[in-house]
């Protein structure tokens, strides 16, 4: 494999608004992420921007940017918008797609995405993490995947994603973190497809994936990040990330 590692960034977050720039220790998230990608060593690193400002701030930290549409619907539309100019001839087979909001994210769990594209039927990887309790697992912010790891496994298929509690009766289940490993044909045919019937129903656009018939695997880790949304989340990667160093 040969991954090259994309971050789509824009400004128009809806509960925090300029997300991408906001300041964590004295940098921007989206330099964190950056340099978080680049301590992943799994390949190249660029960040699909919505707006001039997050390209500068990435610019500004000696890395790649590519602006795209600011319109694109969602992330994997702006890396695939963005690969036409980082990698126009397709030396990239698998492209990481990294959400730009998840600073304290490990760098193992990052190198675990692709971990899944070993099998050569798996279209897609991705990540997941035991719930801790039975309230998070009933919490619909909270997406849950419906997967089965054998003894001494590290990595599922995925059956099906959910905001319910799935699946039902007593065991563990899995919280899935929005990071993407694609193999670089299965990108495009996943921006190509319309959205279907169960994804506009869950609000879930890997389920677009499923019902297209692509596989997606699941890479287990023992404990994933938060996703950067409102203020409180900014305070508090600001003290964990202070409190990293």
């Not at 930290?61 to 619907?73: E, F, I, K």
């Not at 099906?160 to 065991?171: H, K, L, N, T």
């Not at 045919?189 to 869950?202: C, D, G, N, T």
């Not at 949304?229 to 900014?234: C, I, R, S």
Request: proline share 9%; glycine share 8%.
């Amino acid at each position: 494999m040969n991954p090259i590692v994309v971050i789509p960034a824009r400004m128009a977050s809806t509960r925090l608004p300029g997300k991408p720039l906001a300041d964590i220790g004295g940098k921007p998230m989206i330099v964190w992420m950056l340099e978080l990608a680049r301590a992943a060593d799994l390949g190249p690193v660029a960040v699909a921007c919505g707006e001039p400002e997050i390209a500068d701030a990435v610019r500004a930290a000696g890395g790649a940017a590519v602006l795209t549409d600011p319109n694109l619907p969602s992330g994997s539309d702006r890396v695939h918008a963005a690969l036409a100019t980082l990698d126009p001839a397709g030396t990239h087979d698998v492209v990481v797609n990294l959400q730009g909001d998840f600073p304290t994210l490990p760098v193992a769990s990052l190198r675990a995405a692709v971990a899944p594209l070993a099998d050569p039927e798996v279209d897609i990887g991705t990540l997941v993490v035991p719930f801790l309790s039975e309230a998070e697992a009933a919490t619909d912010s909270f997406v849950k995947t419906a997967c089965l790891f054998a003894v001494g496994a590290t990595v599922a298929r995925a059956l099906y994603f959910s905001r319910q509690p799935i699946p039902w009766g007593p065991g563990p289940r899995w919280h899935h973190i929005g990071i993407y490993a694609y193999r670089r044909a299965a990108l495009a045919r996943y921006v190509a497809l319309p959205e279907s019937p169960l994804e506009q129903r869950e609000r879930l656009e890997q389920l677009r994936a499923l019902e297209a018939g692509m596989r997606i695997g699941c890479a287990r880790v023992p404990h994933g990040p938060f996703g950067v949304d409102t203020e409180a989340d900014l305070q508090r990667a600001r003290m964990l990330l202070g409190a990293a160093r």
